[in-house]
């Protein structure tokens, strides 16, 4: 398993493109139920290496920003038809009523200010331009199964609260949305389906990242215990795992 520390760049589009596997059924309905015309103008906000944004820009003129320039090099490499920017979603590069369509992705837990955001979202709207925000979690509906893994998904929470993150903003979409002004069209909980097939490559996967968020909160060899836990949980068939993940769909009045 590698450890966090050691992913490059590649590593991290890797781990991007699997979360956006959680997400395609959900923004395949939202985008057809939009109604864009071709030429369209979109913008994905904390678009990183492209994993996400790369899957619509055949379609429209697809732009994006982003504060790490890493990510952005790495995007500009494999997707040449992205328009890219370097910028901070508080404050976006861009003038006013400029996209037909603005959207993020598992973004709005870890920024500072996500009223803010979706300000400007809005500001470079065109008047009845639509706002998706696709994938916000709220780990305080966590479900974990059997219950001796409950601690762990506490453990998470009480890491994402440690880096900055805000777990719960799943919940406080909603809010955000009317204290904004957006007039909201679809807000909902995003579908959790699993067949009994285990994907190791997914379980390696969200293991590295949990070794990532919990380092220094649980000692390695409880680490440890709850991976073989786990594992175990999984080959036995009664493993469960699920955390509310909502998206919302607005349009700019």
Not at 64 to 87: C, M, P, R, T
Not at 140 to 164: M, V
Request: with cysteine; aromatic share 12%; hydrophobic share 40%.
């Amino acid at each position: 398993m590698k450890n966090y520390t050691q992913f490059s760049t590649t590593d991290w589009h890797n781990r991007f493109l699997r979360q956006s596997l959680w997400t395609t059924a959900i923004r395949n309905y939202v985008f057809k139920n939009t109604n864009l015309a071709p030429e369209s103008r979109i913008l994905e906000v904390g678009c990183g290496t492209g994993a996400v944004l790369s899957q619509n820009a055949k379609e429209f003129h697809a732009f994006g920003v982003d504060i790490n320039l890493e990510y952005l090099n790495f995007a500009n490499k494999h997707f040449n038809s992205l328009h890219l920017s370097q910028g901070d979603g508080h404050s976006l590069p861009y003038s006013v009523d400029v996209f037909d369509l603005v959207f993020c992705h598992y973004l709005l837990l870890w920024v500072e200010k996500p009223i803010k955001i979706l300000q400007e979202f809005k500001r470079v709207c065109k008047t009845g331009a639509k706002i998706i925000v696709f994938a916000e979690p709220d780990y305080g509906g966590r479900i974990d199964a059997p219950s001796d893994l409950e601690d762990l998904g506490h453990a998470q929470t009480e890491s994402l609260q440690s880096q900055g993150a805000n777990p719960f903003i799943g919940r406080n979409l909603l809010q955000l949305a009317h204290s904004t002004g957006l007039k909201v069209l679809e807000f909902g909980v995003l579908g959790s389906q699993s067949t009994t097939e285990i994907d190791y490559a997914f379980l390696e996967s969200e293991w590295e990242m949990l070794l990532h968020d919990l380092s220094g909160h649980i000692d390695q060899s409880e680490l440890n215990r709850y991976y073989v836990l786990d594992r175990k949980a999984w080959e036995d068939g009664t493993r469960v795992l699920f955390i509310p993940t909502f998206y919302l769909h607005a349009e700019v009045t």
